[in-house]
T-cell receptor
Framework: DGGITQSPKYLFRKEGQNVTLSCEQNLNHDAMYWYRQDPGQGLRLIYYSQIVNDFQKGDIAEGYSVSREKKESFPLTVTSAQKNPTAFYLC????????????FGEGSRLTVL | GIQVEQSPPDLILQEGANSTLRCNFSDSVNNLQWFHQNPWGQLINLFYIPSGTKQNGRLSATTVATERYSLLYISSSQTTDSGVYFCAVVGVTNAGKSTFGDGTTLTVKP
């Protein structure tokens, strides 16, 4: 089935460790995105990528890094520089570039102890 | 950047009741979507509706782009409709970034 796969679904890490969240899509979508959601709030954009080997910072990029080496993959690294990394992370993609309809994965819940 | 306001923040209904959720935005938009976030956190696409009216079963949505608002209608609500409903927009001056409102939390009681 076509879709967006995020892994892992749940992740626990100690403070100071870098963590990489995986996002893979087989929808042949050009654009991919990472959002962060805190309890009781909406989604905030971390990074987005319109094409392979290119990505831009969103509204809250500090403490995060990404890569886009393949069209279907857009991993997110939460670095030790991120002050409050505990959150729900959602990956999305769209077919028509940055104005297209967004489709989301099931999310990854990161808890830093 | 563009501002998105959703109302009401919380809504409690009895099963079978109808409801209207509102999304106001502060600038012209290229894209507007409605999502339902289920209790497990997954975002389900409801409507892609930058303008006009669409219907899908018991749900319908209307966007009046010139007046900068969108409405989501839920008729004959069911307990499975419970969750958080988000509106997300891409402003014409927003370089393609989607901006989300804070959501409306809907609770449907049996």
């Amino acid at each position: 089935d076509g879709g967006i796969t995020q892994s892992p679904k749940y992740l626990f890490r100690k403070e100071g460790q870098n963590v990489t969240l995986s996002c893979e899509q087989n929808l042949n979508h050009d654009a991919m995105y990472w959002y962060r959601q805190d309890p009781g709030q909406g989604l905030r954009l971390i990074y987005y990528s319109q094409i392979v080997n290119d990505f831009q910072k969103g509204d809250i990029a500090e403490g995060y890094s990404v890569s886009r080496e393949k069209k279907e993959s857009f991993p997110l690294t939460v670095t030790s520089a991120q002050k409050n990394p505990t959150a729900f992370y959602l990956c999305a993609s769209s077919i028509q570039g940055l104005r297209g309809e967004l489709f989301f994965g099931e999310g990854s819940r990161l808890t830093v102890l | 950047g563009i501002q998105v306001e959703q109302s009401p923040p919380d809504l409690i209904l009895q099963e079978g009741a109808n409801s209207t959720l509102r999304c106001n935005f502060s600038d012209s938009v290229n894209n507007l979507q409605w999502f339902h976030q289920n209790p497990w956190g997954q975002l389900i696409n409801l409507f892609y509706i930058p303008s006009g009216t669409k219907q899908n079963g018991r749900l319908s949505a209307t966007t009046v782009a010139t007046e900068r608002y969108s409405l989501l209608y839920i008729s004959s609500s069911q307990t499975t409709d419970s969750g958080v409903y988000f509106c997300a927009v891409v402003g014409v001056t927003n370089a393609g970034k989607s901006t989300f409102g804070d959501g409306t939390t809907l609770t449907v009681k049996p």
